[in-house]
């Protein structure tokens, strides 16, 4: 999680280049008693060979992650500056971010930041805030949480039950812990039996105690029959909005087409791109786990995002040890947001006319380290 105190911000700052917006915001790391000299001369020499820039105009600092030592204790130093600043990434950017943390601390921070900057509202509270209190607040205010809730959370794909009513029963104990549903939801669903559609799959919605839209699939173990009807899958849906709607539609174009097999077999992050309709048809799939130390911080992160931009086919990723969600693999901050730690697995799914090729590639490149040593 990002902590901020109003000393850690630096509105309208000045700097004429890249190398003296990185020296100002290392020097501030070190001045705040959050690294050593040392560490930051270090720093300094690192950021010239690679630059993490995250996008949005937005360019993070930080070294290496030291296990000896060079980080004292963990801080953010945030520049927000008056004019962009042509960056040697290509990009012009507007606010930098110097990041000293261990190792778990620099995962957390670079995943809140990634997810901050996905929110195109929240980057424009950063960029238009008037005063130091203004622009630490939009940087720390809770995260919107209006999005559909459909990850790992919500999928329960071996259940040992031959009961219909078992099902539901789990999928309104998924959806009530993570709070898209209160305690009214969960008595009153069990009193509305599920609606058969086709083909073994069951749909169960309610009105009552409805907090956030949300999906939540339970497939049993193995497909049985209740009052002579298959069951293969049961889908429960909350709606708070419009997000559920989406899911409902791509559910029944799936039975339209014959396709629910495909929901029969697929693990979660593939039930997550189906209901989402995010699946690559015709695409080449590949699971990768990451070996550094560190996981998949900014760096190496921009290593994958860079290795990834060599191909024109359109390539995803998700973290199969995170949400299970898949996202645009040329987005370096929504690939930081996945919070891939060391031994997460990745699923990188590509589809075009070097779709083999670019999997290759991005297999050799993780396997190699994204520009680190690997343990």
Not at 84 to 90: A, E, H, L, R, Y
Request: proline content about 3%; glycine content about 8%.
């Amino acid at each position: 999680m990002l902590h901020l105190r109003l000393q850690d911000i630096h509105v309208d700052a000045q700097a004429e280049s890249q190398e003296s917006a990185v020296r100002q915001v290392v020097a501030a790391l070190e001045h705040s008693g959050f690294i050593t000299g040392s560490y930051a001369a270090a720093l300094l020499k690192r950021e010239r060979k690679i630059s993490a820039c995250l996008g949005c105009g937005v360019a993070i600092v930080h070294g290496a992650i030291d296990p000896h030592g060079g980080v004292i204790q963990s801080g953010v130093q945030v520049f927000r500056y008056a004019q962009n600043i042509d960056w040697s990434t290509g990009q012009r950017v507007w606010l930098v971010i110097g990041i000293a943390a261990d190792a778990a601390g620099h995962l957390a921070i670079l995943s809140h930041l990634g997810h901050l900057l996905c929110d195109k509202a929240r980057v424009r509270l950063v960029k238009n805030a008037k005063s130091a209190p203004a622009l630490m607040e939009a940087l720390m205010a809770p995260l919107d949480e209006r999005s559909l809730i459909l990850d790992r959370c919500t999928l329960a794909l071996n259940a040992p039950t031959g009961d219909l009513a078992a099902l539901q029963r789990l999928n309104a104990g998924m959806l009530y812990a993570t709070g898209s549903v209160d305690s009214a939801y969960r008595q009153a669903c069990m009193q509305q039996p599920p609606l058969y559609l086709s083909e073994g799959v069951w749909l169960s919605d309610c009105a009552e105690g409805n907090n956030r839209s949300a999906v939540a699939v339970a497939r049993p173990i193995a497909p049985f029959e209740q009052n002579g009807k298959p069951v293969a899958l049961l889908v429960s849906i909350v709606v708070a909005d419009d997000e559920p709607l989406h899911v409902l539609n791509r559910l029944s174009d799936l039975l339209g087409e014959g396709q629910a097999e495909k929901l029969q077999r697929a693990d979660e992050p593939a039930m997550i791109a189906l209901l989402t309709g995010d699946e690559a048809e015709n695409g080449h799939v590949a699971d990768f786990i990451i070996r550094n130390e560190y996981g998949l911080h900014a760096r190496p992160g921009t290593m994958l995002v860079n290795t990834i931009k060599q191909f024109k086919s359109e390539i995803t990723v998700a973290n199969l040890d995170g949400t299970g969600k898949a996202v645009n693999g040329r987005s370096l901050m929504k690939i930081v947001a996945l919070g891939v730690k060391k031994g997460h697995r990745l699923r990188v799914n590509a589809r075009g006319e070097d779709a083999e090729l670019a999997l290759q590639h991005i297999g050799d490149a993780i396997a190699s380290g994204l520009g680190e040593t690997l343990p």
